[in-house]
């Protein structure tokens, strides 16, 4: 460990100023995170090259481009991204720009066309992004050599889906998409498999921007210990609402008296990826309830009895699924080290019941919205957050220690009646609110920052994922 | 022909309402609603298309009645939500007030808004702004509003929207 007033003179490529930024000595009981991490710009610079564009990163739901010549545009890190259903059925992920002089070729956010025509100079994609078109080609003047060039949309390294979740890489070196989420797609089918027919985003766009680090959000969804301070104010309305002071019944929320009595706990898993869970009370009150019979006899018990659990999951390093009050999907995507733009989706199953769909609006709008009643408390702690985390002085962080003294290697009973084989396991009553889970984050990172500093391969293994 | 004393009921009421959020005066901000009164803020589907139907598509905001909004004072006066400690300060401003419907008791009215939103603990400012409308019922409490929606142009949203930021 080097003195924290030396590191932070140093500079941030520095591999042995890396090496201290996670203080990750278990073995002691000890792991720490500088606040560099979460502040330091020229970290952020970094991260967006050395994690954002080395890993499989989440880009939307096969159902969002069902049909031949769907689209959707999105983004890795700061790069622009598009996704395509081409007539030959093969979904494909490009970067979204124009290869004549580089500018974004499809502006709007989703649609249906054959052709992505830039509005420059008129230059035509298909929706397999071959350059179907150079306009005015032959009065143009063009040399051979022009003319033998590849004029195509740049696919990303690597594009993939699992369970209907689509993935991309900007980098070609990762391991194949389901090697990569390992154990987790246990749980991301606890979310996909809850439609008979498959899942969908409800319509409807919900994004917003914090001036804080992604770090922050890549944390709080995992954060069992801040309900009880960040959400008072929800549960003072939601204890309204059970005992009937309220008249506003609409979203059916839990009772949180009852879920603070609950068995609960945290798992770690490679590639940075965790999950959270907590025994439900009122099963009743989960929009999947009224299926689950259907549900139980198409997945089997096991699954069935997991979807009726609270669940929350992070795929390192910028997709979380929260199945606590309804089902939500989030992505962010990191702007500048102090600025975060995120997408909150809501998934449901495709053809579901018309009278559990309003229920399920009700439910996510209620505590997911940023217009409701529990995340603007948490954006505004992220805001904080990026406020105090300047102050180096105060040295690392002490967020990630709760449960470090009960957590066991590998899988517990019900890790391992699952099938399911975490690095860590830490449960026990709620009010346990392990913070282990961030282990498996900041591990992560600090992996992906010092081999891409050091300029070795995020995967040593990796052959490489052909699109 | 809509009688202009239709239009003053209107826009009395719009201004007023606008008013007592700034002024953060709850009570009197929250008796202006009908107990069955819908409140709606649609999402943007697309770039193009609002919301149409909140029992399909997500809504910013949807209460089927007052209760909803009662839901929201309990929380905003509760002094346990970080996002709202301390307070925004916020200037509603109400313009281009049309009516588009007048019967003798139920009056329906479109406007223009703009607010601003300054945020004494990070020092900064936003504008919001959109158009809403109205639906405003005459009963044994006078004119009420009885319906509103609310369209938010600008919908990539700050950290925090509650009610009074609309
Ligand atoms: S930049 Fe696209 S055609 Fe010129
Ligand atoms: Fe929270």
């Known amino acids: 460990m080097i003195s924290l007033a030396k590191s932070r003179i140093m500079h941030a490529m520095d591999s042995q100023y890396l090496a201290t930024l996670v203080d990750d000595r278990l073995a002691q009981g000890v792991f720490r995170v500088h606040p560099d991490v979460y502040a330091s710009s020229e970290l952020f610079d970094a991260e967006q090259k050395h994690v954002f564009e080395r890993t499989w990163i989440f880009l939307g739901l096969e159902s969002q481009i069902a049909k031949p010549n769907d689209y959707l545009v999105t983004w890795i890190g700061r790069l622009p991204v598009l996704v395509t259903h081409a007539a030959d059925g093969v979904r494909r992920a490009f970067f979204n720009v124009c290869r004549h002089k580089g500018t974004v070729l499809c502006r709007l956010e989703s649609g249906n066309t054959r052709f992505h025509v830039c509005g420059y100079h008129g230059w035509a994609y298909d929706a397999a992004g071959r350059a179907v078109d150079i306009k005015d080609q032959p009065s143009g003047g063009y040399t051979e050599a022009f003319t033998r060039d590849n004029h195509d949309l740049v696919p990303l390294g690597a594009f993939a889906s699992y369970k209907g979740l689509m993935f991309g890489s900007v980098s070609a070196q990762v391991p194949p998409l389901e090697t990569f989420l390992g154990e987790m797609r246990f749980f991301l089918d606890l979310a996909m498999e809850q439609g008979a027919q498959g899942m969908e985003f409800v319509p409807g766009r919900i994004g917003f921007t914090y001036n804080g680090n992604w770090k922050a959000q890549l944390d709080n969804s995992s954060d069992a210990y801040h309900l009880t301070s960040t959400h008072l104010s929800f549960m003072e309305v939601q204890r309204r609402r059970a005992d009937s002071v309220s008249g506003n019944q609409a979203a059916r929320q839990f009772d949180w008296k009852k879920r603070f009595e609950q068995e609960g706990g945290a798992y770690t898993f490679l590639n940075g990826h965790n999950v959270i869970w907590l025994n439900q009370s009122e099963d009743t009150k989960r929009p999947v309830y009224p299926q689950i019979d259907e549900v139980r006899a198409r997945v089997g018990d096991l699954k069935a009895e997991w979807m009726l659990r609270l669940r929350n999951l992070t795929v390192f390093p910028s997709m979380q699924i929260a199945d606590s009050t309804s089902l939500l999907i989030r992505t962010f995507r990191p702007v500048a080290v102090d600025r975060t733009e995120m997408r909150y989706y809501c998934l449901a199953p495709i053809g579901e019941a018309a009278e559990v769909r309003q229920w399920r609006l009700r439910q996510f709008e209620d505590f997911f919205n940023v217009s409701g009643f529990a995340t603007p408390d948490d954006t505004a702690m992220y805001e904080d957050m990026a406020v105090g985390l300047k102050a180096a002085q105060i040295g690392y962080v002490q967020g990630y220690a709760r449960g470090i003294g009960v957590q066991t290697a590998g899988p517990d009973a019900l890790a391992r009646a699952a099938g399911v084989m975490p690095i860590s396991s830490a449960s026990g009553m709620f009010d346990l609110q392990a913070e282990t889970w961030g282990h498996a984050l900041y591990r992560e990172w600090a992996r992906l920052m010092q081999s891409g500093v050091a300029g070795e391969p995020a995967w040593p293994q990796a052959a490489g994922a052909a699109q | ?166």
Not at chain 2, 97 to 119: C, G, K, M, P, Y
């Open chain 2, 1 to 166: 022909m809509i009688p202009s004393t239709h239009v003053s009921i209107a826009t009395r009421l719009l201004y007023r309402e606008a008013a007592l959020l700034d002024e953060r005066r709850w009570d009197d901000w929250i008796a202006l609603f009908a107990q069955h009164c819908e409140y709606w803020v649609p999402t943007w589907r697309t770039e193009a298309e609002l919301a149409t139907d909140p029992q399909r598509e997500l809504s910013h905001i949807y209460y089927a009645s007052r209760a909803g909004l009662e839901d929201r004072l309990v929380r905003i006066r509760s002094g346990r939500s970080p996002a709202t400690t301390p307070m925004r300060r916020t200037a509603h401003c109400v313009s281009n007030i049309e009516l588009l419907n007048a019967a003798e008791d139920r009056l329906e009215v479109r406007s223009t808004w703009a607010n601003h939103v300054f945020d004494p603990h990070h020092r900064t400012q936003l504008v919001l702004f959109g158009w809403s409308e109205h639906r405003l019922e005459y009963g044994s409490g006078g004119w009420l509003i009885a319906r509103k929606k609310i369209v938010l142009q600008n919908d990539q949203l700050p950290a925090m929207i509650d009610i009074y930021c609309l």
